[in-house]
């Protein structure tokens, strides 16, 4: 039987958008086969809440379930700042860790300082990438930030996703973003397929 491919999200610091990049992904990778989305963090269980309300055609399963049989995509979000042993464990485990940082100082500073405690702790690097997230819309700051990390020996993904309330507002309404009533909903979209199509 085919392997499940695991995407796990992860990050230093909370609040970048982990959750909103695990729904919306796990909604696109769905289209493509049978899709299961893992939530760890169990008090605050955004994107499991998340996709039971939107009713998503995909499997949602806690840790201790762990992979579902049959799952072709599995996507993995993390809780708030998991210990560097349990994200080791992720650059092991997973097909491919993605941490999401947002295009400021203070959020990449904490994402370069995450990349080399890993490098140096020796995780398995060639399966971790940077994705660009909640980047302004306008201008090319997320690009920059991209280039930047890049020159730095960073793998980064070359999707940025951009800043747009419509995912906020899929996540009140419980929808994905493509089904929200918004002129930039099907921005938000194509940067969640977009971002499928580079690491599936
Ligand atoms: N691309 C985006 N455009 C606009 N808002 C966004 C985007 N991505 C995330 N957000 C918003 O940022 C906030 C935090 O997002 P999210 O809950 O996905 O982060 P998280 O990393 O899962 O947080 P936590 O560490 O608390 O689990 C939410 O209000 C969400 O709607
Ligand atoms: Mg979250």
Excluded: F
């Amino acid at each position: 039987m085919e392997k499940t491919m695991i995407l796990a999200l992860t990050s230093s610091k909370g609040g970048v958008g982990k959750s909103t990049l695990a729904v919306g992904l796990s909604g696109v990778l769905a289209m493509r086969g049978p899709t299961a989305l893992m939530d760890a963090d169990v008090e605050i269980a955004t994107s499991r809440d998340w996709a039971l309300r939107a009713k998503l055609p995909v499997q949602v399963v806690t840790e201790e379930e762990g992979v579902p049989k049959g799952a072709r995509y599995m996507v993995l979000d993390t809780e708030g700042r998991p210990d560097l042993e349990a994200m080791l464990a992720l650059t092991r485990g997973a097909s491919t860790v993605l941490i999401p940082t947002a295009p400021n100082g203070v959020e990449l500073r904490a994402t370069l300082a995450l990349w080399h405690k890993l490098n140096e702790a020796g995780g398995d690097m060639q399966r971790v990438r940077v994705i660009i997230t909640k980047s302004p819309p306008v201008g090319s700051v997320g690009q920059q930030a991209r280039d930047d990390l890049r020159t730095r020996g960073v793998q980064v993904c070359e999707t940025v996703v951009r800043l747009y309330t419509a995912h906020q507002r899929a996540y009140e309404q419980g929808v994905l973003v493509r089904d929200v009533h918004d002129t930039r909903s099907e921005n938000a979209w194509a940067d969640l397929l977009s971002l499928t199509v580079e690491v599936c």
